[in-house]
C-alpha cells in the first residue's frame, strides 16, 4: 500500500528519501516518486511506473538534489497505475504526497476546475494540492493552507507537503491514515511506518487523528484537530528490528517461515509459567476485565481473520464462552446487537488496517465492555486506540504474505483464550496440559519446518494446476482456509477451502483428476469423519494430499500422497499443520515464477478501505 516519505536537512535528502522508500517496498505498490526543493528554490520532481530501482534509473539521468523532499510509493486506487498518477504531485510551487482516499474528490475537482485548475492525473490526490495551492497561492503560509484543505476533505490522509517558497518548512497532516514524524538532531523526517526511517532515527512522534505539524529543522510542532497547539510524546523505539535483510534466505517470505520457532517462543516468554499462563500475560488490566467477559465478538481481516477462526473453537470448547468472529469490512456496515459484557477483539500484524481500525472505533459506540488488540506492532493504532494489547513478537514481517504473524496470533490467542477460560472454570490440570503443550511448540515448529524438502518435492503436482481445494475439519478447517489463501496470493491458483463434511453439499462437483485436494488431517476426535469425507474424494479421481502424522494411519498409493509430519498435542495442531501448507505455497510460487514477496495487486499494509 502506498507509503511516504519526507526529510528536512542540513544535507542532501536525496538517499535517505530512497532508502525509505526502499524499506516500504514490501508493503506492495505500482509507482514511485520523489520531489525536492534545489538551491534555487525550484520543485524537481521525478516518477516513475514500476519499482524504486526505476525512479533511481530515472534520477541518474536527471539528478535532483535539495535539503527539503518528499517521497511517494503508489498502490494504485484512482487512475491506472502510471507515471502521471504517481506521487508527488504539484500545484504551482507546492507538492504534495497522499496516502488513504479522499472520498469528495469529484466536487472539489469541479470547483477547482471552475477556478482554472487543469488536471494532468485521475487521482484523487491531485484535488488535494489544487486545493492547498488555491487556498495558498504560491509562496504564502503552507501551514495555513494545508490546515484549511484538511476542514474540506472527507475521508481519509495522511498528506505530506512542501513549497518551494518554503524551503525551511515541512507539512504534515493525518487522518485516518498513520504517519509518523522522525527526530533527528537538527533535522526532521516524516513516514507513514517508522521503519521507513530507522536509518537515520530511532525516535518517532505518532502523530493523532486530526493533527496538523509543522516541521522545521530545529523543531516540530503540532497542532490538534481544533487547531490548538499539542505536545505529542516522543517515542524511541529499540534497536532490534532493522529487518531490512533476508540473510541467508532468497526471499522474506522463506525467512519469515523458517524465523517461525524463534518468534513463538518470544511470544511465549515470559508469559507462561511451569503449568500455567502468567496474569501478567495480557497486561496490567486484564484481571479487572477478564471475569466481566461473558461473550467475545472477534473482528480482523484476511489471515489474521483465520487467526480469529480458530480461536473461536478454543475459546468456546475451554472457556465456554460464546465467541463471533467477522470481517471488518462488513461488520463496521451492519447494524449490530451487542450483549452486556462482551469483549470486542481486534486481530492484525501491522495494527493499521483501514476495516479494522474504523471497527474498532465504530466498536467504542457500541456499548462493549472493552476492547483488546492482539497485534503486531508496538504503537500502531490499533494498540494505541485499544484498553487491553496483547503483542506478537513476530518482528517486523516484510513478505506480504503473512505467515510468522499469523502462528504468533495464533499463540496469543491460545494465552488469552487459556486466561478466560481460567476464570471460567478451566481446571488446573487442563491448563496444566494446555501449558505443557506449549512449552514444546518452539521445538516442534523447528520440526515441521524441517519438512521443507518433502513440501517441495510435493510442490511439483500443483505447478500445473489452476484450481486447488483445501479440506478441514473443525478447527482445522480455519487451517485449511488459511492455506487456500497462501496457495492463491502468492502463486496465483484459484484456490477454495471446505469444511470436509460440506463436500458433498456442493464443491464435490468440481472434483476430478485434475482437481488437487489438499486435506489436513491431524490425529483427533474428527479423523474418522473426516476419512469417509476422502473416500467420497477418491471416488471422484480427485488427486488427495494429505498432511497426516503416522499414528493418523493414512499410507500413499495412487492418487494419494500423504506428506508424514511429526505427531503432536491435538491443541498445538492448528498452529503446526500451518507450517508445511506455508511452505507449500512457497514452493509452488518459485516453481510459477511469481513475485513471492510482493504479488501483484497486494499490499501489505492496507490502509485504505
Ligand atoms: O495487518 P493485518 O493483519 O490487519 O492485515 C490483514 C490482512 O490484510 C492480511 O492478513 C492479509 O490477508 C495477509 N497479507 C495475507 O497473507
Known sequence: MCGIVGALAQRNVNEILLEGLRRLEYRGYDSAGVCLVDGDSQLQLRKSQGKVADLEARLAAAPAAGQLGIAHTRWATHGAPSDRNAHPHVSGQIALVHNGIIENHQPLRAELRDKGYQFTSDTDTEVVVHLIHSLAGDGRDLLAAVTAATDRLEGAYALGVISADEPETLVCARSGSPLVVGVGIEENFIASDPMALRQVTDRFIFLEEGDVAEISRAGITVRDKQGEEVSRPVHKLDGGHDAADKGRYR??????????????????????????????????????????VQQVQIVACGTSYHAGLVARYWLEDWAGIPCSVEVASEIRYRKTAVRPGTLFVTISQSGETADTLAALRQAKELGYLASMTICNVPNSSLVRESELSLMTEAGPEIGVASTKAFTTQLVALQLFCIALAKVNGLSTEREAELVKALHQLPQLMEQFTGLDQLVQDTS????????????????????????????????YIHAEAYPAGELKHGPLALVDADMPVVVVAPNDELLEKLKSNLQEVRARGGQLFVFASPQAGFTSEPGVTVVEVPDAPESLAPILYTVPLQLLSYHVALLKGTDVDQPRNLAKSVTVE
Open 251 to 292: 526471499h522474506y517470505m522463506q525467512k519469515e517461515i523458517f524465523e517461525q520457532p524463534a518468534v513463538v517462543e518470544a511470544t511465549l516468554a515470559g508469559r507462561i509459567g511451569d503449568k500455567s499462563v502468567l496474569s501478567e500475560a495480557l497486561g496490567a488490566r486484564a484481571h479487572e476485565i477478564l471475569p466481566e
Open 460 to 491: 511439483e503436482a500443483f505447478a500445473e494446476k489452476h484450481h486447488a481445494l483445501f479440506l478441514g475439519r473443525g478447527v482445522e478447517y480455519p487451517i485449511a482456509l488459511e492455506g487456500a489463501l497462501k496457495l492463491k496470493e502468492i502463486s
